[in-house]
Nanobody, 116 residues
Framework: VQLVESGGGVAQPGGSLRLSCAAS????????MRWHRQAPGKERALVAG????????TYADSVKGRFTISRDNAKNTVYLQMNSLKPEDTAVYFC??????????WGQGTQVTVSS
């Protein structure tokens, strides 16, 4: 089982980044997918989630209207489009896969830094 995040980097405030998470080794289209983030000195927090077929999404209040989660089950990939980035979005971003409320698999994370 693998979840491999990519797309992180450095962006200016107000800029955009698109994260990808490529999955393998499990039936991706059966799993609820989430993005989480962990800033230095803080606990890991849920950013967004998407149902197995992609019909329903949920977002943390801090990213609503700025971030969009999506998935392509044919490519076994989940995405996080991040617009209007703020310095407080700086964190390591992780994707996860689970069924129901349980999280079964984690990726290794990708660093996002928002700085001028």
């Amino acid at each position: 089982v693998q979840l491999v995040e990519s797309g992180g980097g450095v962006a200016q405030p107000g800029g955009s980044l698109r994260l990808s998470c490529a999955a393998s080794g499990f039936p991706f289209s059966d799993y609820y997918m989430r993005w989480h983030r962990q800033a230095p000195g803080k606990e890991r927090a849920l950013v967004a989630g998407i149902t197995s077929a992609g019909g329903l999404t949920t977002y943390a209040d801090s990213v609503k209207g700025r971030f969009t989660i999506s998935r392509d089950n044919a490519k076994n990939t989940v995405y996080l489009q991040m617009n209007s980035l703020k310095p407080e979005d700086t964190a390591v971003y992780f994707c996860s896969a689970g069924r129901g409320s349980r999280i079964n698999h984690w990726g290794q994370g990708t660093q996002v830094t928002v700085s001028s």
